[in-house]
């Protein structure tokens, strides 16, 4: 009974917030990665804007936007799972 009624209502905001959470890990890696010195991402990030290298500085930004949509993607997909009185409709227009 818990199951069925209570934990699918319970995991909505659960949903959401995982979904918005996959994006903030590139920040996380910056703050981590430069504060430590570890070389990675962030801390390549964090070089390439220092150093005015801006095809670099665009790919980070890419990746982090692809994160963000990917993230909410996710979510939206994880939605339906989760609640099933959210459909994915095709195409309204």
């Known amino acids: ?41 962030g801390r390549l990030m964090v070089q390439a804007i220092f150093q005015r290298d801006y095809p670099i500085v665009l790919a980070a930004a890419f990746v982090i936007a692809i994160m963000v949509i990917l993230g909410n993607l996710l979510a939206d997909i994880m939605y339906s799972v989760v609640d099933p009185r959210v459909r994915v409709e095709e195409g309204e227009t």
Request: charged share 5%.
């Open 1 to 41: 009974m818990i199951f069925k009624h209570a934990m699918r209502n319970a995991l909505i905001p659960v949903v959401t917030l995982l979904g918005l959470y996959l994006p903030f890990l590139v920040g996380g890696a910056v703050l981590i990665e430069t504060i430590f010195a570890w070389p990675g991402m």
